[in-house]
């Protein structure tokens, strides 16, 4: 009896047994059906590979190796602008070419002239500068007053110490003439220092604003055959005198005003040349040729002469 009951005891415990392994294993069953799939560990969310997939790992230009050539970026050629062609060189205008000198007659040539040729009833006044300029206001205040106009023998030494002189001459209408650099006496000088002397005397007149082309006088009247050669080759065409004033020798030296009027009426005709000077005696500082100017031209115009400049020697 007892048998028999342990039997059944042992079959009882043993069916408990399998109904709780039953239980167990539903429970397991349930529980891994729950996770999801996506949950579950795999090896594409590994973080090494995770932490290399950075934004510049997606946007990166460059391709892969294996690419297809069809899809690498191409490039943008840089613009190069083309090398501008240098500027072409003008040439600056040329200088307008100096005024010719006047040109004299060859008939004139070999000559120091005292008259004008048939220049008729005319007297031509002509001033020499080479020391002040003292008398010069009042030569050309009288010469604008009557309307007769001059012709001025200027030193360059002269025109370079008083360019406001001879810019004053010119404005008047006279004519200007060279009369040597420094004054000396031509016949001791050799062609080329004639030459040196005629071309600086020159410059300096020009710098002044006039131009003594073609006009010329021997300072002291020194020539001879050859100085006139010498500057006749050079362009220049001399011009003496038919009478000298002598004002210049001042009233230290016995002169007067008068005395300066009454010698060019003495020698007056047709194509006289006159012969005066603009500084003053160094001794007295006398002007006399200036001051003897107004009543010179009124007498030579009652005489029934006009006036003319040294420009009728060049025709």
Request: no cysteine; aromatic share 6%.
């Amino acid at each position: 009896m007892w048998a028999i009951f342990r039997g059944e005891r042992r079959r009882w415990t043993a069916a408990a047994a399998a109904v709780l392994l039953l239980a167990a294993a539903v429970v397991l069953a349930v529980v891994f059906s729950s996770v999801p799939p996506s949950a579950a560990p795999t090896s594409s969310s590994s973080p090494s590979l995770t932490a290399s997939a950075s934004p510049s790992d997606t946007t990166s230009d460059s391709p892969s190796p294996g690419s297809s050539p069809s899809h690498a970026p191409v490039p943008t050629p840089e613009t190069v602008p083309p090398a501008s062609a240098p500027a072409p060189v003008v040439p600056a205008p040329p200088a307008p070419p100096a005024p010719a000198p006047a040109q004299f007659p060859a008939a004139l040539a070999g000559r120091d002239l005292e008259v004008i040729p048939g220049a008729g009833a005319v007297v031509a006044l002509t001033f020499d500068a080479g020391a002040n300029s003292a008398g010069l206001p009042s030569i050309l205040q009288t010469l604008a007053a009557t309307g007769v106009r001059g012709t001025f023998f200027l030193t360059g030494n002269w025109a370079a110490a008083n360019p406001a002189g001879v810019a004053a001459i010119v404005a008047g209408g006279h004519r200007l003439g060279n009369h040597s650099m420094t004054h000396p006496g031509f016949t001791g000088l050799t062609d080329a220092a004639i030459g040196q002397q005629l071309a600086a005397a020159e410059q300096a007149i020009q710098g002044g604003g006039g131009d003594p082309r073609p006009l010329f006088r021997f300072p002291l009247g020194d020539r001879d055959a050859r100085t006139i050669a010498s500057v006749n080759a050079r362009g220049y065409l001399p011009v003496r005198w038919t009478v000298d004033t002598l004002g210049w020798k001042g009233s230290s030296g016995g002169v007067t005003a008068q005395i300066v009027v009454d010698r060019v009426l003495s020698r007056l005709q047709p194509g006289e040349i006159v012969l005066m000077h603009i500084g003053s005696n160094p001794d007295d500082g006398t002007t006399l040729d200036a001051d003897a100017l107004p009543g010179m031209i009124g007498r030579i115009r009652q005489a029934g002469y006009a006036f003319t400049t040294l420009e009728a020697l060049l025709g």
